[in-house]
Every structure is written in structure tokens, then in C-alpha cells.
């Protein structure tokens, strides 16, 4: 079973930048594709980016391309999203979320099996 973490929000100003992480637990945390995916108030919640287990491979919204970046750590049991440029489109609960590597990525939150509790990010103007 995973366990996934994810720190305190935060608050931050238009423009500015946040690197929420995900630090997994379990035996083989690193074999498992990681996502992170938001709720904007009043939407459903939406894909953000995900990781393959290895790190290989990559994938983002349309509405964070070229802003927000993916990564693993060293111990590549820690997922990263290191996340420019926010806006007030930004401001939302972000989750990240596992499920087996085999898998592959996915853009769909119900493929998505382990859960963090969710961290709050806010963008202010």
C-alpha cells in the first residue's frame, strides 16, 4: 500500500512560484506513475501533469504547459511540481496520486488508485 503526502499549501503572489512535493512510502513506491491533479472551486476537479515511475516520460495539461514542470527527486520516491508563473486560474486543492507503473500515465482521476489529502495553493493579485 502507498502513502502519499503532500506538504502544507501556500500562499503566493500573481507570478510567483511554488514546488509542492509528493513523497511516497512503501516497499516499491518508485515503480508507481505519479499525477497531480487539482480542484478549482466550483469545477470538478481536473489533470494537472504526470510522471511515469522511472521518470521518463512526461505529460501537462494545456492550461500548465510551459509553466509548470514534473520531476522526480534523487531518491525518486518524491514527485515535485515545480509550478511558475501562477495565476489566479492556479488557485485550488492539488492532489497527487499513484497507480502502478505498468500502467503507464494517465490523464483521468479514477485511474488513479492512492491518494494525498490535498494541499491548498493560492494565488493572490
Known amino acids: 500500500q502507498q502513502q502519499l503526502v503532500e506538504p502544507v499549501g501556500g500562499l503566493v503572489q500573481l507570478g510567483g512560484s511554488l514546488r509542492p512535493s509528493c513523497p511516497a512510502s512503501g516497499a516499491t513506491a518508485d515503480t508507481y506513475a505519479i499525477g497531480w491533479l487539482r480542484q478549482c472551486p466550483r469545477k470538478p476537479r481536473e489533470f494537472v501533469s504526470a510522471?511515469?515511475?522511472?521518470?521518463?516520460?512526461?505529460c501537462y495539461a494545456d492550461s500548465v504547459k510551459g509553466r509548470f514542470t514534473i520531476f522526480r527527486g534523487n531518491d525518486k520516491n518524491t514527485v515535485y511540481l515545480l509550478m511558475n508563473g501562477l495565476n489566479s486560474d492556479d488557485t485550488a486543492i492539488y492532489y497527487c496520486?499513484?497507480?502502478?507503473?505498468?500502467?503507464?500515465?494517465?490523464?483521468?482521476?479514477?485511474?488513479?488508485?492512492?491518494w494525498g489529502q490535498g494541499t491548498q495553493v493560492t494565488v493572490s493579485s
Open positions: 496520486a499513484a497507480r502502478r507503473g505498468f500502467l503507464g500515465m494517465s490523464v483521468t482521476n479514477r485511474d488513479y488508485v492512492y
Open positions: 510522471i511515469t515511475w522511472d521518470g521518463s516520460a512526461t
